[in-house]
């Protein structure tokens, strides 16, 4: 193989995701282009004054698996991580866009997880069937 085609080869962005998921080049079929985006906190504070932070809580760890979720399950969305979205006593924090805002309380339990890829779900089915919802329902009491 000559240099170019080396180099043409490590740039390709779909290569390290292939590697990153496991799979082998060639049975990696994209996903549909993405209907909606899931934004979440990944704020991370110095912590000099004590407060808490998304990031600190493990906002970015949660936005891998969700993105790992939403690839293997060929979920329509895509991940954003974001800014502080200004709730960082309830965070992590993550916004379904033109849908549920989600706070989990510093719980990252199974549960919660599980709750936050059914409600990307439902959302993913609703854009699907042209559907546009009046106010969200909210996940958390």
Request: charged share 30%; with cysteine; glycine share 6%.
């Amino acid at each position: 193989m000559g240099l170019f085609a080396r180099a043409r080869r490590a740039l390709r962005p779909e290569a390290a995701l292939l590697k990153s998921h496991g799979m082998i080049e060639g049975e990696w079929i994209p996903t549909e282009k993405p209907l909606f985006t899931v934004r979440i906190c990944i704020n991370k504070r110095l912590n000099t004054d004590r407060l808490p932070s998304c990031a600190g809580r493990g906002s970015r760890g949660l936005a891998d698996l969700l993105e790992q979720r939403i690839l293997a399950e060929r979920i329509p969305a895509s991940i954003t991580r974001g800014p502080c979205m200004n709730n960082c006593a309830i965070g992590p924090n993550l916004k379904i866009q033109a849908a549920e805002f989600i706070s989990l309380k510093d719980d990252l339990s199974q549960a919660n997880i599980e709750m936050i890829v059914e409600a990307i779900r439902r959302e993913a089915e609703r854009r699907k069937a042209g559907q546009v919802a009046d106010t969200p329902e909210p996940l958390l009491p």
